[in-house]
């Protein structure tokens, strides 16, 4: 029989084979494979377990625990009660389980209580493997397990079916009850149905670090799929609950290894903790130019893939990406404005020059924002509930077109292209775009646009209203860097 367990690899847990046998000598555990501090320490608690329950613990023997993989450093929470087990089964003081596998993983008391580890995935697939655990407090889990309340109790377990994993969701109240001018209003519509990454720039105390915030209360709720994603990916960060999608706001001197992560042994960056939320960087001009540059691969693939040494890891980055920034050292300039800046032409293009082309090209959505703006206003939740009916129409045609089943910026070209007329892509479509990326960026606004305007198809008039927020914003900017 194979008793497997788990160990802790950064920051989840990863199967480990726990091998045993008996040898003549003193009676006590040793340890093989790498074995950290708290594995060895373990050692006192199941002797202690084993004996308090009434049990034996061999005598004249020493027990030998061999951990597969042998080469891995090996942390783990839950390996002593797989020890202890197995220790029973194999001097025969318990019977063995009828299955060729098991996986058993928990915690013991030096009484012999057996508890469920606080780190165990709450999410662990285990198709072939009955997992054993020990009490709980935590919600429901999404496995098939055998619960524990002492060592002794192995010979008669309560079997926990799979039960799907519930979700306490609270949406954020953030911006909401705030008024917003209409241009803004219309941006924070497309960025929050599409999740199109946005850069925001203009004048100091224009609203742009309010605006970028108040997108994630206007997000789609999330599923219990994206919840675990969410979940294990901000293990350890913080102890606060989650009950939405997360907002990170790194600070700009983060350095580009916390921003995307790396390091021995490798940890997730601020990126990948914000993998189905919202990352905010504001003043993007003042983060080191390495950080800007980290970005356009997880922008661009929706992943990141680190490796220091043998070490490789690859982590999901579908984050929605929002950078804030002035484009002067005065903070008030802002291409095709009438403001009167206080520092010269080349003071002025020096700063701009921060910008980094590549980066700023990753940018789906480029808005300019002012001051003051006139015209009607619209509250947040006016927002929201518009946003809200498209994502309604969206999920009335799932059943017959399954693209809708993805936020339209993550579209692909053949997916955007397919309702469009080819005389339209070859003749109408502006020919100085600066990239394909631009063009791919401009498709994928318009279908929000569409989405907004409740029509299936992608149309033209859609796309001309697309390229007023992703080509003309960044032709802008080009300028103003040369």
């Not at 009828?98 to 697939?125: A, I, Q, W």
């Not at 050292?329 to 020059?353: F, M, N």
């Amino acid at each position: 029989m194979k008793i497997q367990s788990l160990i802790r690899e950064n920051d989840r847990l990863v199967p480990v084979e726990v091998e045993l046998s008996f040898l003549p000598g003193l009676p006590q555990i040793q340890f093989l494979g790498l074995p950290d501090q708290v594995i060895k320490e373990s050692i006192h608690r199941i002797k202690s377990a084993i004996r308090s329950q009434g049990f034996e613990f061999p005598k004249a023997q020493q027990v030998l625990v061999n951990l597969r993989p042998s080469h891995l450093k090996k942390s783990s929470r839950g390996l002593e009660l797989a020890v202890a087990l197995g220790l029973l089964w194999e001097s025969e003081q318990i019977p063995k389980p009828t299955e060729d596998s098991v996986l058993v993983y928990g915690e013991l008391s030096l009484n012999g209580e057996v508890f469920e580890p606080e780190d165990l995935v709450e999410d662990f697939e285990s198709s072939k493997d009955l997992v054993w655990t020990g009490r709980s407090e935590s919600s429901q889990a999404s496995f098939p397990r055998v619960k524990l309340q002492e060592l002794r109790d192995s010979q008669s377990p309560d079997f926990i079916p799979a039960v799907s994993r519930q979700y306490e969701l609270r949406r954020p109240s953030f911006g909401l009850d705030l008024e917003f001018p209409e241009r803004q209003a219309e941006v924070l519509r497309l960025v929050a149905l599409g999740e199109h990454s946005l850069l925001l720039a203009g004048p100091s105390g224009s609203g742009k670090s309010t605006f970028a915030k108040s997108l994630l209360s206007l997000l789609q709720e999330p599923c219990a799929t994206d919840m675990a994603d969410i979940l294990r990916n901000n293990k350890g960060f913080s102890n606060e609950k989650l009950n939405w999608r997360p907002l990170v706001l790194p600070h700009h001197s983060i350095s580009p290894l916390g921003l995307i992560g790396g390091g021995v042994p490798l940890c997730r960056g601020e990126v990948s903790r914000a993998h189905k939320g919202v990352l905010v960087l504001d003043e993007l001009l003042e983060f080191h130019p390495r950080a800007q540059e980290a970005l356009r691969e997880p922008m661009e693939e929706s992943r990141i893939r680190l490796r220091r040494g043998r070490f490789v890891e690859e982590h999901p980055t579908e984050t929605l990406v929002v950078a804030t920034t002035n484009l002067c050292p005065c903070g008030d300039w802002v291409p095709q404005s009438k403001v009167v800046c206080g520092r010269s032409l080349r003071k002025c293009q020096s700063y701009a020059e921060r910008l980094s082309g590549p980066l700023v090209d990753r940018f789906q959505v480029i808005f300019f924002t002012q001051k003051r703006e006139s015209g009607r206003s619209t509250s947040g939740r006016e927002i929201l509930n518009s946003v809200e009916e498209a994502r309604a129409f969206r999920r009335s045609l799932t059943h017959k077109d399954p693209r809708f089943l993805k936020v339209s910026g993550r579209w692909t070209w053949e997916e955007l292209i397919r309702d469009l007329p080819s005389f339209y892509m070859n003749e109408l479509f502006p020919k100085e775009l600066a990239s394909r990326r631009r063009d791919l960026a401009t498709l994928r606004v318009a279908r929000s646009y569409a989405d907004l305007e409740l029509s299936e198809k992608l149309e033209p008039r859609h796309v001309e209203k697309a390229l007023k927020i992703t080509f003309v914003p960044f032709e802008a900017l080009k300028r103003l860097g040369g």
